[in-house]
């Protein structure tokens, strides 16, 4: 079956414009995390949604946001870029929620690499 | 504040020889821990996990500790083969607690020469 999709999976911004990044889970699959991977920190959490829900949502600003639709595709947006956004965005879908299940429940996508200028 | 570690960015061994991958947590309330490997233009694929009512969790060549007095873990991978060429996370959960959402490490970047 198709795993986890990330469209674009480049793209290059400048400094104040806004993007979206769209996620297209694993057929069957409800929950949509969102992962900003930054070299030396890892993977920072930034929000889950599950049935159109945002379930949990980390430590960013405002101008991180995202959605998910009735099929499950999520987006996510950021507005006001800042040269600090740039990064790794993955996202991570699961047939659950991500905080009720156990183990190796996350599939995630490769990715979309965002450069700021 | 980071509840997740990996000190060692970096990790350079032979191949055939033992790769040791280190991860300290901070949270108590974490019961559950798992490794991801991640190759460059690819998403982070899932690899091992291990319960905290466990020390021990083996599969093949990969092997997890769980030292929970020492809030420590560590990946050991025997033999390690070029192909483990990657970067590895460590992340962390609780499965009934308040910090159920994962929690990663920074990473480390094993580098395996044949």
Known sequence: KAGVTQTPRYLIKTRGQQVTLSCSPISGHRSVSWYQQTPGQGLQFLFEYFSETQRNKGNFPGRFSGRQFSNSRSEMNVSTLELGDSALYLCASSLVPADRAGANVLTFGAGSRLTVL | ?114
């Open chain 2, 1 to 114: 504040d980071q509840q997740v570690k990996q000190n060692s960015p970096s990790l350079s061994v032979q191949e055939g020889r033992i790769s040791i991958l280190n991860c300290d947590y901070t949270n108590s309330m974490f019961d559950y821990f798992l490794w991801y490997k991640k190759y460059p233009a690819e998403g982070p694929t899932f690899l091992i996990s291990i319960s905290s009512i466990k020390d021990k969790n083996e599969d093949g060549r990969f092997t997890v500790f769980l030292n929970k007095s020492a809030k420590h873990l560590s990946l050991h991978i025997v033999p390690s083969q070029p192909g483990d060429s990657a970067e590895y996370f460590c992340a962390a959960r609780s499965i009934s607690g308040s910090a159920r959402q994962l929690t990663f490490g920074s990473g480390t970047q094993l580098t395996v020469l044949p």
